[in-house]
């Protein structure tokens, strides 16, 4: 397998940005940590041989991205104006330099992929729910979809163009993304064990908001035994992939 370690300048950002890189072509699938994580947890904790097989056969090629939660949803302390705009920035980053980048080196010719756990879940819902012209595939686990969690009761149009719950809530009916959002293969999953009650009410939450608006996805609820931990992450991963690689 090729693997590949990148640092490179992220104007976005205006700092350095890592990532890794694994595999030579196929669907890129941008892949997000959990919480404060780093680019190298998706190999660390053991998750990459689940992609393999996709990755040898030229299917698949993985981008794990970097996250900058301790400068804005962890940063408790400072405050949410600040906080959600410099993960606007981040996400411009993921669109505007990362993504085509990406696209230019697999030469894929459809739509890319993302994937995450726990925040990693949030932001791969977030990055396909706000832009579907790009992205075509999500595989969420063990997400919260709501910036209440971490910003309480604050509310601007930027933090509503990030939260999952209230971008689709507000959606008009006959929106564009609608459509588009239903050629996606959409798959949100969640345990109902321990450590996982905040991620199953959000969860539910975004099951209903897309249901209303007619949306269609895939949303998988595991049992009481399920915990919000990588144990089961490392059940679910190549499960899910290997129905949405088929």
């Given at each position: ?22 595999g030579h072509t196929g669907q890129p699938c941008l892949v997000f940590p959990c919480q404060d994580g780093r680019y190298y947890d ?70 890319a992929m993302t994937m995450g756990f726990s925040m990693g879940a949030m932001h791969a819902v977030n990055t396909l729910f706000r ?6 595939t999500v595989i969420a686990l063990s997400g919260a979809y709501q910036p209440e969690h971490f910003l309480g009761d604050y509310m ?91």
């Amino acid at each position: 397998m090729q693997i590949e370690y990148r640092k490179t300048y992220s104007p976005a950002l205006q700092r350095d940005m890592e990532i890794k890189v694994y595999g030579h072509t196929g669907q890129p699938c941008l892949v997000f940590p959990c919480q404060d994580g780093r680019y190298y947890d998706f190999e660390n904790f053991g998750m990459l041989p689940h992609c393999q097989p996709y990755i040898d056969q030229g299917r698949l090629k993985l981008y794990c991205v970097d996250s900058i939660d301790r400068e804005t949803w962890s940063a408790a302390s400072e405050p949410p104006y600040d906080r959600v705009r410099r993960h606007e920035a981040w996400f411009n980053y993921l669109i505007e330099e990362l993504y085509p980048s990406a696209m230019q080196e697999t030469g894929w010719p459809h739509r890319a992929m993302t994937m995450g756990f726990s925040m990693g879940a949030m932001h791969a819902v977030n990055t396909l729910f706000r832009r579907p012209d790009l992205f075509d595939t999500v595989i969420a686990l063990s997400g919260a979809y709501q910036p209440e969690h971490f910003l309480g009761d604050y509310m601007d149009e930027v933090v509503y163009r990030n939260s999952p719950v209230s971008s689709i809530r507000g959606m008009p009916h006959g929106h564009p993304w609608i459509e588009l959002l239903n050629t996606c293969k959409i798959v949100i999953c969640v345990g109902q064990g321990a450590w996982e009650e905040e991620m199953l009410a959000s969860t539910r939450l975004l099951d209903r908001a897309l249901y209303e608006k007619g949306i269609h996805a895939w949303f998988d609820y595991w049992g009481t035994d399920v915990s919000h931990d990588w144990p089961w992450w490392h059940k679910q991963l190549p499960y899910f992939l290997s129905k949405v690689m088929e």
